[in-house]
C-alpha cells in the first residue's frame, strides 16, 4: 500500500512536471521576451542535429553552390555555412531557397540570422517565413538588407513553428556570393508556450554565459553569446604562456559532449572539464581526450567532443595557443544529455543518478 502511494506520488510528479518551467535565462520582456537556447541546434546523444533540412534546397538558373557546402551548415553551430555564388543577375530574379525543419513544434517568437561572408555588387536581400504545418505560412521579414558579418535578430508575435523557410534574392550585379553562417530559433517565454527547453534535453547549456576568468583571450563575451561569426581572440599566446577562458554551468550537468566552433586554426589546445570549485585549493580538470594529444583545429573545424559516457561537469576550460591572428573560439558550447524515459523516471526519485552510467 505504501509502495503503490509513493509509485502514484512519483507517477503524478512526473505528470505535473514543470510544463513550462525551465531555469533558462529570459531575453527581453514582454511579448517579445525569449529562452536563451537556440532549439535548431538541439543534439541527441550522439551528438547528431535532431532537427534537418527538408528536402532538396532549390537554386534558380545560374546559382551555384559553393564546392563543400551544404544547407545543413546553416544549423550545426557552426561558423561555416550555405555558401552560394553568383546570386546576382541584371534582372534580379535569381534567389536560392531552402526550409529548415525542427525536431518539433516550438513556439517561438525570435529568429536569428548570421552572415560569415558577403560580396554584392548590388542589393542582397533575404525573406524568412515560418509555418508548423508546412502548407500555412508566415512572413516574419518579407525583405531584409544583408551586410557582411552582421547578426539579423527578428522577433514576431509568438506563434507554433516547425518549419522555416529561408530564401535568399540578389539583383543588379555579376558575381554576388554570400555564405549564411547559422538560423537559430528562439522559443517565447510565454504561458502555454510549446518546447520550453529543459536542462536535459540536448541543448546547448553554456549560451550566454561569461567566462569566470580569462588569461590572453580579448573579447571574452563573444566565445559563448550565440553568434556563429564573433569570437573570442587569443592575444599574445605562446605555448609558455597559454590562453585560457574558464567557464561556469552555474550547477552539476549531466552532459554527452562539447563543442568547439572555431575560427583561424590553433597550434594546440585542449578542453578540460570538472567538477571541483577551479578557486579552491583542490581542483582535478580532466582533458576531455588524451592529455598528450593536441586540438589542433583548423579554421570551420566542429570541433564535436563526445564523452564516453555522460559525464557530470560544472566547470569548462580551454586552454591554448596559435600563430599571429589565428586561435578563435567563436562559439564553445555543451550538451546536455537526453535520459531515457526508463531512466528519468529514476531521476525522478532522485540520488539515483549514478545509474545513468552506460547501459
Ligand atoms: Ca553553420
Ligand atoms: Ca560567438
Redesign the pocket.
Known sequence: MKRALIVAAVAAVMMAGPATATDYTVIGSGSAAYYSVNVAYRLDADMMPMSSIFGEPFLSPGVALQSGSDASQLIDGNRSGWYLRNLEDAQGSRYATTTIELDQVYTLNTLTVAFADVQAQGTMTYQLRVSDDNENWYTVTPSASITNRVFHPYSFAAMDVKYIEYTIYGSIGAQGHLTTAEISAFVAAVEGAKGVPQHEDGYNILMGKTPISSKNFADIT???????T??ARLVGASADNMGELVYDIGYDAWLTGIQVSMWAGWDHLQVYVTTDDPTGSVCQWTPIRDATQSLALTAGDDGKFLFDDPTQVRYIKIEGYAGALNGHV??LMAFATIPEPATMSLLALGGLALLRRKR
Open positions: 563573444r566565445s559563448t553569446n550565440g553568434n556563429a564573433e569570437y567563436v562559439e
